[in-house]
């Protein structure tokens, strides 16, 4: 691996080591090993990174694949002041934000965290105190123009609900990467 993906390396292990409640009966030989020779998976963990996410591993699903999550004690400070989707977007008349949370995920390589995620994801720790972040909506909910966001206030999860074009300086969304 290149000196990039090492430093990249580096910094994940430290993560890894710091945090082990998050990622308990997983080694950091066994990330490595489903990381190596993985470059789509190292560049999205670099463009996490890059944007302030702080991915961590959080898991492993029921495939085998390491989970990785943005651990940032607040929504990634590089993906905020977005809406929610390209329809809204689109829909925008006047004072657009330059861009959307959905194809933002898309273009990073990860998936957004829908309600059940993110709430597990606060299990393993204190997210979005200052901020919140859009979360993968219920067709049926976006269908009615709305979309979900959730936060951490008064020690305790909630979900909400917004207009799709909505964006706010202090929400961003949160990515999962499955290796």
């Known amino acids: 691996m290149m000196t990039t993906a090492n430093a990249l390396l580096d910094t994940l292990a430290a993560r ?7 990622h308990v009966g997983l080694t950091w030989q066994r990330v490595v ?3 190596e020779g993985n470059t789509a998976a190292l ?17 492993e699903d029921a495939d085998g694949r390491v989970i990785f999550c943005d651990c940032a004690p607040e929504s990634p400070s590089g993906r905020r002041s977005l809406c ?5 977007l689109d829909a925008r ?8 949370a959905v194809d933002a995920a898309a273009e990073l390589g990860v998936e957004l965290l829908d309600e059940a995620q993110y709430r597990a994801l606060q299990e393993l720790g204190a997210f979005d ?19 979900l966001f959730g936060d951490r206030r008064y020690d305790r999860v ?8 909505s964006y706010y300086a202090v929400r961003g969304f949160r990515g999962m990467l499955r290796v």
């Not at 996490?48 to 991915?55: A, K, L, Q, R």
């Not at 909630?158 to 074009?165: C, D, K, L, P, R």
């Open 16 to 22: 890894f080591a710091k945090h082990p409640a998050r």
């Open 33 to 35: 090993a489903r990381l």
């Open 43 to 59: 560049n999205t963990l670099a463009a996490m990174e890059s944007t302030g996410g702080e991915p961590d591993v959080i898991g």
């Open 84 to 88: 929610y989707d390209r329809g809204a």
């Open 93 to 100: 008349k006047e004072n657009k934000p330059a861009g959307n």
């Open 129 to 147: 105190l200052k901020t919140s972040s859009w979360l993968a909506t219920p067709t049926a909910v976006r269908a009615l123009g709305g979309a």
């Open 158 to 165: 909630f979900v909400y609900h917004n207009g799709v074009q």
